[in-house]
């Protein structure tokens, strides 16, 4: 059984930055970070290969969020900078084990494994 453990939430100042990491316990084929905030739906932030490349970004977040793996460690990074407070949600890591074609790598559907979240708080 695959895991995916979050760490790196926490409460920051707009402007400010924070680090999420996602450790993996095994291979994945694509890796990606969603958030959700009180009473909205869960929403596409980013996401990586698990070999690296084919990045994307949600509009809200580009330019100010860098997903990355680290190899040797077996995990996701998610690089916030430059933070909002509408950036305030819980910050979920996600993985897709059987490269499900038929769903965007935007789509919830997509991804069959998900940490339990980790709270990013951004105060104004």
């Known amino acids: 059984q695959v895991q995916l453990v979050e760490s790196g939430g926490g409460l920051v100042q707009a402007g400010g930055s924070l680090r999420l990491s996602c450790a993996v316990s095994?291979?994945?084929?694509?890796m990606a970070w969603f958030r959700q905030a009180p009473g909205k739906e869960r929403e596409f932030v980013a996401t990586i290969l698990w070999r690296g490349g084919s990045i994307y970004y949600a509009d809200s977040v580009k330019g100010r969020f860098t997903i990355s793996r680290d190899n040797a460690k077996n995990t996701v990074d998610l690089q916030m900078n430059s933070l909002k407070p509408e950036d305030t949600a819980v910050y979920y890591c996600?993985?897709?084990?059987?490269?499900?074609?038929?769903?965007?790598?935007?789509?919830?559907?997509?991804?069959?494994?998900w940490g339990q979240g980790t709270q990013v708080t951004v105060s104004s």
């Open positions: 095994a291979r994945t084929y694509r």
């Open positions: 996600a993985g897709d084990q059987s490269n499900r074609l038929g769903y965007m790598f935007s789509t919830i559907g997509r991804y069959d494994l």
